[in-house]
């Protein structure tokens, strides 16, 4: 498995999670099978980018967050303050995109 695969799968099921979505609705939205969701996930397989497009706006973040490599990555485990640590992390960095997008958006005006 990849580190790519692995960062890609670990920030798409910290997404889920934090939509309050099951593998099962996420793979529906995408139009992949659910196996195929579960690979992802896990890093054990690799998406297109197609596929990987339809994931960021399913889950209403752009492409970049995705692959984001947050600290303490390569030591993540099941331990509740490191994943909330990540969580954390995740939600700091999509409100900065949002913030900069709404930015952006308004700044024209």
Do not use: W
């Not at 979505?21 to 980018?49: D, P």
């Not at 490191?82 to 939600?91: D, S």
């Amino acid at each position: 498995m990849t580190d790519i695969r692995k960062r890609l799968g670990c920030n798409i099921t910290r997404l889920r999670h934090l939509r309050g979505l099951t593998q099962a609705r996420l793979a529906e939205m995408v139009e992949i099978s659910s196996t195929f969701m579960m690979h992802i996930e896990h890093g054990t397989r690799g998406a297109s980018l197609e596929t990987v497009e339809l994931l960021a706006n399913a889950l209403g973040v752009d492409i970049p967050i995705l692959f984001l490599k947050p600290p303490g990555f390569d030591n993540l485990s099941e331990k509740d303050e490191q994943r909330n640590v990540f969580v954390k992390y995740l939600e700091d960095q999509i409100s900065l995109v949002i913030r900069n997008s709404f930015a952006e958006r308004y700044s024209d005006s």
